[in-house]
Every structure is written in C-alpha cells, then in structure tokens.
Nanobody, 126 residues
Framework: QLQLVESGGGLVQPGGSLRLSCAAS????????IGWFRQAPGEERKGVSC????????NYADSVKGRFTISRDNAKNTVYLQMNNLKPEDTGVYYC???????????????????WGQGTQVTVSS
C-alpha cells in the first residue's frame, strides 16, 4: 500500500512563498501521477496541480498558473509544490494523491486517484 506524507505547510503573509512536499517511503513515486488538491473551509476539495507519470507533462488549475510549480525529485522520492505570490484564497488543507501510470492532460478527477496523504494546512493571512 502506497503511503504518502505531506509536509511544508504553515502560516505565510500574502505575497509569500511555501514549498510543499509529498514523500513516499516504500514505493517509487516515479510511476505515479501525483496530484495536489486544496480544500478550503466549508468547500469541496479541488485540484490544484498534477504531474504525470515518469517524465510526462504537468498541469495546473487556472487560479495558480504562473504562481505554482510542481516537480519531482526521484532521488528523494518526493514531489514538490512550490507556491509563490500566495494569496488569501490559497488557504486550505493541501493533499497529495497518487494515480498509477496516468497522464495529467487533462487534469485528473479526484476519483481517479487511488492513494491519498493526510494533508497539510496552508494559511495565507496578514
């Protein structure tokens, strides 16, 4: 069973940056498409970004294009979400999820992911 662990959340002022990590210990993440989702208080979970299996393409929600960057470090078996120029509307619990052998064009639906992490809180506030 693939287990994902998110880290890197916290409190940041508007305009600031954070880097979230999604790591696995027992299985290589390279084969999996990894998605990042955000759940704001009182709202449904929404897809933010996705990186395809192997060296496949990445994809982003319109609201984060140009500000967020998703990437892999296979040596560390970790997927990152670099978040720059953060806005209050980026606040929420961020989850990473894994879908085996999938490509992220178009963005994958929540139901297409098989494994989920426990989430990390991001709060953007002055």
């Amino acid at each position: 069973q693939l287990q994902l662990v998110e880290s890197g959340g916290g409190l940041v002022q508007p305009g600031g940056s954070l880097r979230l990590s999604c790591a696995a210990s027992d299985f290589s993440l390279d084969y999996y498409a990894i998605g990042w989702f955000r759940q704001a208080p009182g709202e449904e979970r929404k897809g933010v970004s996705c990186i395809s299996t192997r060296t496949g393409p990445t994809n982003y929600a319109d609201s984060v294009k140009g500000r967020f960057t998703i990437s892999r470090d296979n040596a560390k078996n970790t997927v990152y979400l670099q978040m720059n120029n953060l806005k209050p509307e980026d606040t929420g619990v961020y989850y990473c999820a894994a879908a085996p052998g999938r490509f992220c064009v178009p963005m994958l639906y929540e139901r297409e992911y098989e494994f989920w992490g426990q989430g990390t809180q991001v709060t953007v506030s002055s």
